[in-house]
């Protein structure tokens, strides 16, 4: 074939035989010209308009038109991407997506075999929903209902994520015993880690195959919380934590909500961008998936809400999932001295594990105050972390502090409950109370350097795992929990 003869293209095919004259209209090579080589000018790739319809943006190219042939001579165009048949039309007069524009070259989208560009998205689009198994509440104080629901498509701003691994959180637990406000029907889980298999439109910064924790709250970045760097209090992200508008998935039509913006107790979930915190992938899932709770919740309470100081004293209500993570902070800050508090003596020695000097079991002490003021010289200790959420431990730990003290509420109490405290003491003895939500995090920040930390063996991470559970067992993992048998039980997704 000669360099000035152009090729028959079909669909799916390339053909190098000389086209008809019916296909493509050549000008006759006038006498003076005959002998003389007609320069051809290199074909400029352009990248197609945003006008472009959606068949065409994904296929077409422009081609300049080579200068040395006569202008207003016609050059047919067929393009099976573009329709069904042959469609010829004159350079000058040549429309793509009803738009003028000179065309002499084919798209690229006629060399796919037989394929049109429409059908891929219809291939693609036809996996939603898509059927995962997930464990669903459906009323208040019942067992979780592992089951085949469906999976909605995700919108253009969210990603959808196949689970690795997911922590049972003790507010998990709270939500089936109706002390969040998460309305049924919902899948439970906010504490997970998984891959990235497919990006909204509208995502940057994320791609199918990353490795990435979940948060469950999903800040926007621009209200006035977000600007001040308290992300964790963000106006969107309170919305999000509300399951009225977090419907992903549904069963025999009837919507079913995810908690928090989460649902990780799914073989996949839909998240929004914005929760997903890129890690290493060296990282194992099954421990990266604590950071995104219990170890952030933990940790943050201390070296951000309270910001420990080395030397100060501490003293730890409640020695779960989350106390052992405010022990680790303590640790991490330097804590001189830290005290922690249970009923239970096994979490006592989990506690002692994991960095506690001194330990005090509630069950055998009358007045826990005054046994940790007994340990720090009869002073009080300079923070008290209250990691249980009932209001009468707010109480004792509030009269566990020196003068100028502070307690750190981290446990949630019912929306109903109240506390009460000697009100003479926070302006004669500027005693206060701060809360901590999710240990005031900057998620992006935080979370990358606690795996630094776990990576450099300065955080326990596999400690803190008590048993890994399938999601049919996720039912036991709360009675476990309940009973105190566990920090923590991790469902393990194959």
């Known amino acids: 074939m000669s360099a000035g003869t152009p090729r028959r293209i079909n669909a799916g095919t390339v053909s190098n035989e000389p086209a008809p004259a019916s296909v493509f209209t050549i000008p006759a090579a006038s006498p003076a010209t005959t002998n003389k080589p007609t320069p051809v000018r290199s074909r400029v790739i352009r990248r197609p308009t945003a006008r472009k319809s959606a068949t065409c943006k994904a296929a077409l190219v422009k081609w300049q038109r080579p200068t040395t042939q006569p202008r207003g001579v016609g050059q047919s165009v067929f393009c099976a991407a573009r329709g069904s048949g042959a469609r010829e039309r004159s350079r000058r007069q040549a429309f793509v997506c009803g738009r003028g524009a000179r065309r002499t070259w084919p798209s690229p989208a006629c060399l796919f075999a037989g394929t049109d560009v429409r059908e891929k998205a219809q291939t693609k689009i036809a996996r939603w929903p898509m059927s995962v198994r997930g464990a669903v509440l459906y009323n208040f104080f019942e067992p ?27 507010s998990d637990l709270s939500v089936q015993q109706a002390k969040l406000p998460f309305p049924p029907p919902v899948i439970l889980g906010h504490e997970g880690a998984g891959i990235v298999e497919e990006v909204g439109k509208e995502v940057t910064g994320l791609k ?21 760097g308290e992300e964790h209090l963000c106006d969107a992200a309170i919305k999000a934590m509300m399951a009225g508008e977090e419907t992903a998935f549904e069963k025999d039509g009837m919507a079913i909500s995810r908690m928090a913006g989460v649902g990780s107790f799914a073989e996949r979930t839909l998240v929004r ?19 995104g709770c219990g170890v952030m919740t933990g940790v943050g309470a201390v070296t951000n809400t309270a910001k420990v100081r080395p030397g100060q004293t501490v003293a730890v209500f409640g020695c779960g999932g989350v106390g052992l993570n405010v022990i680790q902070g303590a640790v991490l800050c330097g804590a001189g001295r ?3 508090v249970d009923l239970v003596e096994k979490k006592l020695q989990w506690a002692r594990e994991f960095g506690a000097t001194d330990t005090i079991n509630a069950k055998q002490t009358t007045d826990v105050p005054d046994a ?17 959420g009932m209001p009468e431990v707010i109480g004792q730990a509030f009269l566990s502090l020196r003068r100028g003290g502070k307690v750190v509420v ?25 809360g901590s939500l999710y240990g005031s995090a900057r998620m992006r920040r935080d979370m990358p350097k606690l795996l630094e930390l776990y990576m450099q063996k300065r955080l326990k991470l596999d400690e803190l795992i008590s048993r890994r559970i399938s999601l049919d067992q996720v039912n036991e993992a709360f009675a476990a929990m309940e009973s105190g048998e566990v920090a923590r039980s991790v469902i393990v997704y194959s």
């Open 273 to 291: 961008a914005s929760a997903c915190v890129k890690i290493p992938e060296e990282v194992p899932l099954d421990k990266a998936c604590l950071v």
């Open 338 to 340: 830290i005290i922690a």
């Open 372 to 388: 940790i003021r007994s340990l720090t010289d009869g002073r009080g200790v300079d923070f008290a972390f209250e990691v249980i």
């Open 208 to 228: 199918p195959g990353d490795h990435v924790v979940l948060a469950w709250v999903q800040s926007c970045g621009r209200c006035a919380y977000c600007i001040e």
């Open 144 to 170: 979780l209902k592992v089951e085949s629901v469906k999976l909605r498509a995700p919108r253009p701003d969210e990603v959808v994520v196949k689970m690795a691994a997911s922590g049972v959180c003790h």
């Open 410 to 434: 981290v446990g949630v109490p019912g929306f109903d409950q109240t506390v009460q405290l000697p009100a003479s003491a926070i302006p004669l003895e500027e005693k206060s109370v701060l």
